[in-house]
């Protein structure tokens, strides 16, 4: 049985969770919105609804790997460059299919820059973005504190 004020910090608990949980979710939709737009206006490729936009490294002509997808790199701000080791021969090509599927590789370049910035740019701006970076770390504290309430309320009936 729990107490009536460790029930309403609990409710309360979830009710800001779903809400962080429901802003986190439209916050990628804004951000695919976000790079259609981008991959349009700087690469010139009108893209369908979905585009596939994947990264890939490449050695040479070898290909060493795939990271996530462009959206989580933009929401987490990790720049593809900063997921693999600095090498200066490892190279990642961002793939663009295009409304017609055609397929293009762009490489890192100045464009790649521009587009990278202004996603990030947008997102930045988004009142989505800044609620879920604001709430972020006040979700995660009040997390550990009613973990702790938990554990205390589970253990108390079994103390000797």
């Known amino acids: 049985m729990v107490t009536k004020n460790f029930r309403q910090k609990l409710d309360n608990f ?23 737009e981008e ?16 990264i890939s490294y490449t050695k040479g002509y070898s290909r060493i790997g795939t990271n996530r997808d462009l959206i989580e790199c933009i929401v987490s701000e990790t720049h593809p460059r900063k997921t693999e080791p600095e090498a200066s021969d490892i190279e990642f090509t961002l793939t663009i299919t295009s409304i017609d599927n055609q397929t293009t590789p762009i490489h890192e370049s100045k464009e790649f820059d521009e587009f990278w910035q202004s996603c990030l740019r947008r997102m930045k701006e988004s009142k989505i973005y800044r609620f879920v970076t ?27």
């Open 39 to 54: 991959t349009e206006r700087v690469f010139v490729k009108k893209v369908s609804q979905i585009p596939n936009l994947g």
């Open 134 to 160: 604001e709430e972020n770390p006040k979700i995660l504290e009040d997390a550990k504190s009613v973990r702790e309430e938990i554990v205390k309320a589970i253990g108390e009936p079994w103390k000797i």
């Open 14 to 36: 979830y009710k800001r969770l779903e809400k962080y949980s429901h802003d986190s979710v439209e916050l990628g939709s804004e951000v695919r919105k976000i790079v259609i």
